[in-house]
Protein backbone atom coordinates (compact mmCIF):
# COMPACT_ATOMS: atom_id res chain seq x y z
CA UNK A 1 0.00 0.00 0.00
CA UNK A 2 1.44 3.36 -0.94
CA UNK A 3 0.47 6.76 0.76
CA UNK A 4 -1.50 7.66 -2.66
CA UNK A 5 -3.63 4.76 -2.69
CA UNK A 6 -4.27 5.33 1.05
CA UNK A 7 -5.62 9.12 -0.11
CA UNK A 8 -5.17 9.96 3.82
CA UNK A 9 -6.98 6.91 5.69
CA UNK A 10 -3.93 4.80 6.66
CA UNK A 11 -6.91 1.92 8.14
CA UNK A 12 -7.37 1.72 3.68
CA UNK A 13 -6.22 -1.43 2.96
CA UNK A 14 -6.27 -2.77 -0.97
CA UNK A 15 -7.02 -6.65 -2.25
CA UNK A 16 -6.99 -8.24 -5.78
CA UNK A 17 -10.12 -9.81 -6.19
CA UNK A 18 -9.18 -13.43 -5.63
CA UNK A 19 -10.86 -14.25 -2.81
CA UNK A 20 -10.63 -18.11 -2.44
CA UNK A 21 -8.98 -19.86 0.33
CA UNK A 22 -8.18 -23.92 0.49
CA UNK A 23 -7.70 -25.43 3.14
CA UNK A 24 -6.52 -28.89 4.23
CA UNK A 25 -9.37 -30.95 4.86
CA UNK A 26 -7.91 -33.60 6.69
CA UNK A 27 -6.42 -30.93 9.26
CA UNK A 28 -9.90 -30.40 10.67
CA UNK A 29 -11.31 -31.84 13.88
CA UNK A 30 -14.88 -32.35 13.79
CA UNK A 31 -17.28 -30.98 11.26
CA UNK A 32 -16.09 -28.63 8.83
CA UNK A 33 -17.87 -25.37 9.01
CA UNK A 34 -19.49 -23.43 6.03
CA UNK A 35 -17.79 -21.24 5.43
CA UNK A 36 -18.13 -18.42 1.68
CA UNK A 37 -15.02 -19.22 -0.20
CA UNK A 38 -13.19 -21.50 2.20
CA UNK A 39 -12.08 -24.46 -0.23
CA UNK A 40 -11.54 -27.70 1.79
CA UNK A 41 -9.52 -30.09 0.17
CA UNK A 42 -7.69 -33.64 0.10
CA UNK A 43 -4.87 -33.65 -0.59
CA UNK A 44 -3.45 -30.52 0.35
CA UNK A 45 0.16 -31.42 -1.13
CA UNK A 46 -1.42 -30.21 -4.36
CA UNK A 47 -2.31 -26.45 -3.58
CA UNK A 48 1.00 -26.16 -1.54
CA UNK A 49 2.55 -27.68 -5.20
CA UNK A 50 0.03 -25.27 -7.23
CA UNK A 51 1.43 -22.32 -5.08
CA UNK A 52 5.02 -22.89 -5.45
CA UNK A 53 5.63 -24.84 -8.83
CA UNK A 54 2.99 -22.47 -10.74
CA UNK A 55 2.27 -19.35 -8.98
CA UNK A 56 6.03 -19.16 -7.10
CA UNK A 57 7.75 -20.48 -10.16
CA UNK A 58 6.25 -17.80 -12.94
CA UNK A 59 6.46 -15.17 -10.94
CA UNK A 60 10.63 -15.66 -10.17
CA UNK A 61 11.10 -16.25 -13.78
CA UNK A 62 9.56 -13.16 -14.77
CA UNK A 63 11.66 -11.40 -12.25
CA UNK A 64 14.66 -13.28 -13.40
CA UNK A 65 14.31 -12.58 -16.91
CA UNK A 66 13.10 -9.42 -16.62
CA UNK A 67 15.72 -8.48 -14.65
CA UNK A 68 18.08 -8.81 -17.97
CA UNK A 69 15.96 -7.09 -19.66
CA UNK A 70 16.45 -3.80 -17.41
CA UNK A 71 12.63 -3.31 -15.73
CA UNK A 72 12.08 -2.38 -12.16
CA UNK A 73 8.84 -3.77 -12.31
CA UNK A 74 7.13 -7.47 -12.49
CA UNK A 75 4.26 -5.50 -14.57
CA UNK A 76 6.58 -3.73 -16.80
CA UNK A 77 8.58 -7.28 -17.64
CA UNK A 78 4.95 -9.67 -17.96
CA UNK A 79 3.95 -6.76 -20.33
CA UNK A 80 6.66 -7.51 -22.34
CA UNK A 81 5.44 -10.07 -25.25
CA UNK A 82 8.73 -12.37 -24.84
CA UNK A 83 8.68 -12.79 -21.39
CA UNK A 84 5.10 -13.18 -21.49
CA UNK A 85 4.99 -15.97 -23.88
CA UNK A 86 8.13 -17.35 -21.83
CA UNK A 87 6.41 -17.33 -18.23
CA UNK A 88 3.44 -18.65 -19.43
CA UNK A 89 4.69 -21.43 -21.30
CA UNK A 90 6.16 -22.54 -18.79
CA UNK A 91 3.53 -22.25 -16.19
CA UNK A 92 1.06 -24.57 -18.87
CA UNK A 93 4.09 -27.18 -19.06
CA UNK A 94 4.23 -27.46 -14.38
CA UNK A 95 0.21 -27.36 -14.76
CA UNK A 96 0.78 -29.97 -17.15
CA UNK A 97 2.58 -32.30 -14.58
CA UNK A 98 0.88 -31.45 -11.71
CA UNK A 99 -2.63 -32.77 -13.44
CA UNK A 100 -1.01 -35.83 -14.06
CA UNK A 101 0.85 -36.14 -10.85
CA UNK A 102 -2.38 -35.35 -8.75
CA UNK A 103 -5.00 -36.58 -11.28
CA UNK A 104 -6.83 -33.15 -12.02
CA UNK A 105 -8.52 -31.42 -14.87
CA UNK A 106 -5.89 -29.75 -16.43
CA UNK A 107 -8.40 -27.35 -17.77
CA UNK A 108 -8.78 -25.83 -14.02
CA UNK A 109 -4.89 -25.31 -13.93
CA UNK A 110 -4.95 -23.54 -17.25
CA UNK A 111 -7.69 -21.31 -15.96
CA UNK A 112 -5.16 -20.53 -13.33
CA UNK A 113 -2.19 -19.75 -14.91
CA UNK A 114 -4.19 -17.46 -17.14
CA UNK A 115 -5.84 -15.59 -13.90
CA UNK A 116 -1.96 -15.65 -12.32
CA UNK A 117 -0.46 -13.91 -15.89
CA UNK A 118 -3.23 -11.56 -15.14
CA UNK A 119 -2.34 -10.76 -11.95
CA UNK A 120 0.91 -10.15 -12.97
CA UNK A 121 0.45 -7.62 -14.56
CA UNK A 122 -1.40 -5.38 -12.18
CA UNK A 123 0.54 -1.84 -11.83
CA UNK A 124 -0.86 -1.05 -8.43
CA UNK A 125 0.70 -3.97 -6.56
CA UNK A 126 3.73 -2.25 -7.13
CA UNK A 127 5.85 -5.24 -6.69
CA UNK A 128 9.52 -5.35 -7.93
CA UNK A 129 11.91 -7.36 -9.73
CA UNK A 130 14.11 -7.03 -7.27
CA UNK A 131 11.91 -8.02 -3.95
CA UNK A 132 10.30 -11.34 -6.46
CA UNK A 133 14.09 -12.42 -7.47
CA UNK A 134 15.65 -12.06 -4.02
CA UNK A 135 16.84 -14.41 -1.63
CA UNK A 136 18.29 -16.25 -4.62
CA UNK A 137 19.86 -19.22 -3.18
CA UNK A 138 16.48 -20.57 -1.57
CA UNK A 139 14.60 -19.79 -4.77
CA UNK A 140 16.93 -22.64 -6.60
CA UNK A 141 16.97 -24.95 -3.90
CA UNK A 142 15.77 -28.42 -4.69
CA UNK A 143 12.99 -28.27 -3.46
CA UNK A 144 11.67 -25.20 -4.23
CA UNK A 145 10.13 -23.39 -7.22
CA UNK A 146 12.37 -23.71 -10.11
CA UNK A 147 14.31 -26.73 -9.28
CA UNK A 148 11.17 -28.66 -7.57
CA UNK A 149 9.25 -27.48 -10.57
CA UNK A 150 11.96 -28.83 -13.35
CA UNK A 151 12.16 -32.09 -11.36
CA UNK A 152 8.06 -32.75 -11.42
CA UNK A 153 8.09 -31.42 -15.25
CA UNK A 154 11.32 -34.35 -16.19
CA UNK A 155 9.35 -36.94 -13.70
CA UNK A 156 6.17 -36.67 -15.61
CA UNK A 157 7.36 -36.54 -18.97
CA UNK A 158 7.05 -32.90 -19.96
CA UNK A 159 8.78 -30.08 -21.00
CA UNK A 160 11.44 -27.92 -18.63
CA UNK A 161 13.23 -26.04 -21.08
CA UNK A 162 11.37 -22.93 -19.88
CA UNK A 163 12.26 -23.36 -16.44
CA UNK A 164 15.66 -24.44 -17.12
CA UNK A 165 16.06 -20.75 -18.13
CA UNK A 166 14.46 -19.73 -15.35
CA UNK A 167 17.14 -21.43 -13.65
CA UNK A 168 20.40 -19.93 -15.73
CA UNK A 169 18.58 -16.63 -15.67
CA UNK A 170 18.55 -17.04 -11.33
CA UNK A 171 22.12 -17.56 -11.61
CA UNK A 172 22.77 -14.43 -13.77
CA UNK A 173 20.30 -12.10 -11.10
CA UNK A 174 22.78 -9.37 -10.02
CA UNK A 175 21.53 -6.77 -6.82
CA UNK A 176 23.50 -5.13 -4.02
CA UNK A 177 21.31 -6.38 -1.33
CA UNK A 178 20.77 -9.85 -2.40
CA UNK A 179 22.25 -11.53 0.85
CA UNK A 180 20.90 -14.88 -0.94
CA UNK A 181 22.87 -14.99 -3.48
CA UNK A 182 26.15 -14.52 -2.19
CA UNK A 183 26.80 -18.54 -1.79
CA UNK A 184 25.84 -18.52 -5.55
CA UNK A 185 27.87 -16.08 -6.52
CA UNK A 186 30.90 -17.79 -4.72
CA UNK A 187 30.42 -21.34 -5.88
CA UNK A 188 29.91 -20.22 -9.24
CA UNK A 189 32.75 -17.96 -9.27
CA UNK A 190 34.67 -20.97 -7.41
CA UNK A 191 33.46 -24.21 -8.98
CA UNK A 192 31.40 -23.26 -11.65
CA UNK A 193 27.87 -23.44 -12.60
CA UNK A 194 27.92 -27.51 -11.84
CA UNK A 195 28.60 -26.69 -8.69
CA UNK A 196 25.39 -24.68 -7.92
CA UNK A 197 22.93 -27.16 -10.06
CA UNK A 198 24.43 -29.87 -8.04
CA UNK A 199 24.99 -28.69 -4.65
CA UNK A 200 22.19 -26.08 -4.22
CA UNK A 201 20.05 -27.36 -6.73
CA UNK A 202 20.16 -30.89 -6.11
CA UNK A 203 20.18 -31.95 -9.86
CA UNK A 204 21.51 -35.09 -11.63
CA UNK A 205 24.85 -35.13 -12.63
CA UNK A 206 25.03 -34.77 -16.61
CA UNK A 207 21.37 -34.90 -16.45
CA UNK A 208 18.96 -33.82 -19.07
CA UNK A 209 17.83 -30.34 -16.63
CA UNK A 210 21.24 -29.84 -16.01
CA UNK A 211 22.56 -30.10 -20.04
CA UNK A 212 19.94 -27.53 -20.64
CA UNK A 213 20.29 -25.03 -17.68
CA UNK A 214 24.16 -25.07 -19.15
CA UNK A 215 23.47 -24.23 -22.67
CA UNK A 216 21.30 -21.42 -21.76
CA UNK A 217 24.28 -20.16 -19.23
CA UNK A 218 26.66 -20.58 -22.09
CA UNK A 219 24.30 -18.34 -24.04
CA UNK A 220 24.00 -15.52 -21.78
CA UNK A 221 27.42 -15.62 -21.25
CA UNK A 222 28.17 -14.66 -24.59
CA UNK A 223 25.83 -12.57 -25.28
CA UNK A 224 23.00 -14.29 -27.27
CA UNK A 225 20.17 -11.53 -27.18
CA UNK A 226 17.49 -12.88 -24.68
CA UNK A 227 14.98 -12.58 -26.91
CA UNK A 228 16.64 -15.21 -29.19
CA UNK A 229 17.27 -17.83 -26.41
CA UNK A 230 14.07 -17.06 -25.11
CA UNK A 231 12.62 -18.04 -28.62
CA UNK A 232 14.91 -21.30 -28.61
CA UNK A 233 13.67 -22.37 -25.15
CA UNK A 234 9.88 -22.22 -26.38
CA UNK A 235 11.20 -24.49 -29.62
CA UNK A 236 12.71 -27.22 -27.47
Known amino acids: MTPEMQEGNILRICVEEYGILPVDKDA ?3 EIPMIKNLLPYSPFDFYIQRKLFIHNMGHALAAYLGKLKGYTYIWEAINDPFIKLAVTSAMKDCATAMAIEHHVELKMLLEHVED ?3 RFGNRQLGDTINRV ?7 LSEKDRLAGAAMLCQKQSVNTSGICL ?3 AAMHFD ?4 SGLIGVRELIEEKGYVSVLREVCGLAAEGMIET ?3 SFCKMLDTGVDLNEIIDKSLKE
Not at 133 to 139: E, I, M
Open 28 to 30: FKG
Open 116 to 118: LIY
Open 133 to 139: GNDTKRK
Open 166 to 168: GIA
Open 175 to 178: MDSN
Open 212 to 214: SVL
